[in-house]
């Protein structure tokens, strides 16, 4: 064995590998876009859908829950109704999750779309639709 591969395990092995929170180690998730998924405009009365992408982000698998709308104008917002809950991802895998927008009337309008993992925190995203 080599002094440089003697010294290199001992750095290793004396504590001195450092890991960064923010590490993809366990089971992890995001979702995309980042920050609030926005509509196009839409004619009172129709329908226009985006896609929330659920990525996992880890070395684990990672479940999700449940997926949920939330907010006062959550109704004009609609999830799909065969969404295969629990939702089973592989690290590096993702979830599109289509979302539509129908309002009934004009204006602008929001909800949350809130996604609950097994284990680890919630994570939500601002949908916004103009109509």
Do not use: H, W
Not at 12 to 34: H, K, M, W
Not at 41 to 59: C, Q, Y
């Amino acid at each position: 064995m080599s002094i440089f591969s003697l010294l290199f395990q001992c750095l290793l092995g004396c504590g001195l590998e450092t890991y960064n929170q923010d590490s993809a180690v366990g089971a992890r998730f995001e979702l995309i876009p980042e920050g609030e998924l926005s509509f196009e405009r839409v004619p009172a009365n129709k329908a226009s859908t985006a896609i929330l992408t659920v990525l996992s982000t880890g070395d684990e698998r990672m479940v999700i829950d449940a997926v949920v709308l939330s907010g006062p104008q959550a109704d004009r917002f609609v999830l799909p109704d065969e969404l295969p809950l629990p939702i089973s991802l592989a690290p590096g895998t993702d979830f599109p999750i289509n979302i539509s927008f129908q309002p009934t009337a004009q204006g602008q309008f929001s909800a949350l779309v809130e996604v609950t993992p097994r284990s680890g925190p919630v994570l939500n995203r601002r949908i916004v639709g103009q109509a």
